[in-house]
């Protein structure tokens, strides 16, 4: 899912969990209204701040949603895996789907842009309203009288601040405030002492440093972001309008903590004469001052002139409510066990088959009675579009009455990326994932197969025969596009040789190809192999200094220089002797390539996933492949191809060979070329004879 809509799902689930405790909160508020101190009442708007800035819900049975839920979901079990019969021979022929319906308008994705949209817009106006104002401020500030700077002076004093603010005196600034996070601002109006007498002015003072004691500045800017992420929800703005008065009102509390009865009624007096003689500061949310119009400035006045009395029991209580609000404001239902039990999250690979360089990684298989889910990575080379789909193969008969899901297959374009496909109602069988093609939409023909499931099930798709899934592949035309293109992909950062081997400069090459491959997402494939055969004799003396090069380029130079040729084949890059009519890009396939009769018939389904061989005789390696052909034919329960060596090899031959993911034939075809012999193939096996 994409990162937008996942981050306005969770703003619209803390929108609507904040909503529902904000309602608690003014209704405790109202309920309580005689006994509540500013400072609580103030206090009880942090679990609804809590709520908002929780990333993820705790698990809990006490949840709010466990509590209304009146019937629980019964468990459904899903049923156990039976082993499958290990000796059946099952096809796997290939499955017709139909065409793509069109995707439906995704409203989720467009609501969730009109919300972003609407952040920015907001968060903009406001950040431009609030610079335009602090530039118009501080353009027009004059030097503060000093008797003004000297009582600032000792109110901060008596409060044990810090360090002083900014202090600005403009006749732009419309009432007391102050402003900024990392470097607070001080902004008086030029005409204060004008409207005030010395002692409210002290309290005015007092007022706005108590503000940057408290630590308002921060929590004032934490509240504009809220208000940007639900500015589409009216209740939030509403309680943030509250939270701001209820903030004024205990910093008021704490301004007359230990003040007399005359002080209260100054501050009482210079609260009156703000509504008269200032304005408000327009649009912009970034200043915290004492000035409020209307109701919440007769609000305030009331709570200076009737200090309400609380209960001694009613700090315990508040406490107590706010624990209970930031408990139901961050949990959530807890999974029941028996639900979290039938989700079935392991699985293994089975038999897997695929043009070269197309493939799919399963990163995740999640199964249950009602639904088979699997995450995962594709590679696609060969076609320029396929449809990738989720199926079962059934073991006796095909299922009845399972509809194809929505998310059952998805069409994707050529290149890399990842999947995320859900198959209802799973019946017993062998789950796989199946490329397919696009067109004709009368024929969705299958190239390319991994089966999955349980170990049984993996076991079993062994048995499937899935040659019919490169039979129209024009073999090795598709693997040499993919190996040229990642030569053009790798670009070496410098070369340098001098004196060096022809063998020294390939091993160079393979190592740095491998460290560059950077877009290869599968290890196990980064880098090109590369083969070597040489004619008896001298070999040249390469020395070579390049920068930033590709490295089919480099390639072509180390030929060149070292008198060789090179060719790319569906597995390898291999270099030649420089005499005769070998091509640069070998498209057709030899003789043996494609071999008749049982040798042809396994050789499709054997592939091997790896052949290393570093100075090996010949014998040595015809009996490192012997094995592995041995492996997987009792893995498919056949007997095994004969690999024959007839004499005649020359004296002190040594293979070196690395190759992945290689069909056996062509393993056989790159051991014959670096040992001079021939490849035949009979019904038995195939046979390695000297030239």
């Known amino acids: 899912m994409n990162l937008l809509p996942q981050l306005f799902d969770w703003v619209l689930a803390t929108s609507l969990r904040a909503s529902l405790l904000a309602a608690a909160v003014l209704l405790i508020q109202a309920a309580l209204h005689r006994h509540l101190t500013p400072r609580w009442r103030y206090a009880l708007w942090l679990p609804v701040l809590a709520t908002l800035l929780m990333p993820s819900l705790l698990e809990s049975r006490w949840s709010v949603e466990t509590l209304l839920s009146h019937t629980a979901k019964e468990a459904v079990v899903a049923p156990a895996a039976q082993p499958l019969p290990m000796a059946l021979e099952i096809a796997a022929p290939a499955v017709p789907i139909p065409p793509t319906p069109t995707q439906p308008f995704n409203w989720q994705l467009a609501l969730a842009t009109t919300w972003a949209v609407g952040c920015c817009a907001w968060l903009l106006c406001g950040t431009v309203s609030f610079m335009l104002a602090l530039r118009r401020y501080r353009r027009s500030a004059l030097p503060a009288p000093t008797d ?29 405030a102050i402003t900024g996070v990392w470097r607070p601002t001080l902004m008086l109006p030029f005409q204060l002492g004008e409207h005030f007498t010395p002692a409210e002015i002290r309290l005015i003072l007092k007022h706005e440093l108590m503000h940057l004691k408290r630590g308002d500045l921060p ?11 639900h500015w589409f929800n009216p209740l939030l703005w509403m309680a943030f309008f509250k939270v701001r008065t209820d903030r004024e009102a205990a910093c008021d ?30 649009l912009s949310l970034g200043f915290v001052g004492i000035f409020q119009r209307g109701t919440a400035l007769r609000t305030r006045i009331q709570a200076i002139a009737q200090a309400p009395r609380s209960h001694p029991l009613m700090r315990s209580f508040i406490v107590g409510a706010m624990a209970v609000l930031t408990f139901l ?7 029941p066990p028996d639900e979290a039990a039938q989700k079935d999250l ?21 199964r249950t009675a009602e639904f088979l889910t699997v995450t995962g990575k594709y590679e696609l080379t060969s076609q320029d579009a396929a449809t990738l789909g989720l199926y079962i193969t059934s073991l006796d008969s095909p299922a009845k009455g399972v509809p194809n899901g929505p998310n059952q297959q998805v069409v994707l374009q050529k290149g890399r990326g990842k999947f995320s496909l859900t198959l209802p109602q799973p019946y017993p069988g062998l789950p796989h994932l199946t490329f397919y093609k696009l067109a004709p939409p009368s024929n969705h023909k299958a190239f390319g197969a991994i089966y999955f499931g349980t170990k049984a099930e993996a076991e079993a798709s062994h048995k499937l025969n899935l040659s019919y899934l490169a039979q129209d592949a024009p073999y090795p035309t598709v693997a040499n596009k993919y190996l040229l293109e990642k030569l053009d992909r790798i670009v070496l950062p410098d070369i340098q040789f001098s ?52 490295l089919v380029e480099a390639i072509r130079y180390v030929s060149e220089l070292a008198g060789m040729k090179f060719r790319v084949e569906p597995h390898a890059v291999i270099f030649v002797p420089a005499t005769g009519s070998t091509p640069l890009i070998k498209a057709t396939p030899t003789p043996a390539q494609n071999p008749k009769g049982r040798a042809g018939e396994l050789d499709r389904k054997i592939i091997l996933p790896q052949v290393q061989l570093k100075e090996a005789t010949l014998e040595e390696a015809a009996e490192y492949l012997r094995t592995q052909v041995q492996t997987a034919c009792d893995r498919m329960q056949e007997s095994p191809l004969n690999i024959i060596i007839k004499p005649g090899a020359p004296a002190g031959l040594k293979i070196s060979l690395s190759l992945k993911e290689v069909p056996l034939v062509e393993a056989l075809r790159y051991l014959a070329e670096l040992s001079n012999h021939t490849l035949r193939a009979d019904d038995q096996g195939f046979i390695l004879e000297p030239r």
């Open 148 to 176: 003004l700077l000297h009582e600032i002076e000792q109110v901060a004093a008596e409060m044990r601040l810090r360090r002083l603010p900014r202090i600005w005196v403009s006749p732009q600034v419309g009432s007391p």
């Open 219 to 229: 929590m004032n800017l934490l509240l504009c972001a809220l208000m940007a992420l």
């Open 253 to 282: 509390a704490q301004v007359l903590a230990h003040g007399s009865t005359e002080s209260r009624r100054h501050y009482g007096h210079a609260l009156l004469k703000m509504e008269s003689a200032f304005g408000p500061h327009g």
């Open 329 to 335: 404001g961050s949990t959530r239902a807890q999974t």
């Open 346 to 366: 392991s699985f293994a690979l089975g038999q897997s088959r695929f043009r070269p360089g197309d493939a799919l990684h399963i990163i995740s298989v999640e």
């Open 499 to 550: 004196g060096a081997t022809l063998e020294e400069v390939v091993e160079f090459l393979t190592v740095k190809a491998k460290e560059y491959d950077t877009t290869e997402t599968d290890e196990t494939r980064k880098g090109v192999p590369f083969l070597i055969l040489l004619r008896p004799g001298p070999q040249k003396i390469i020395s070579l200094d390049l920068k930033k090069v590709p």
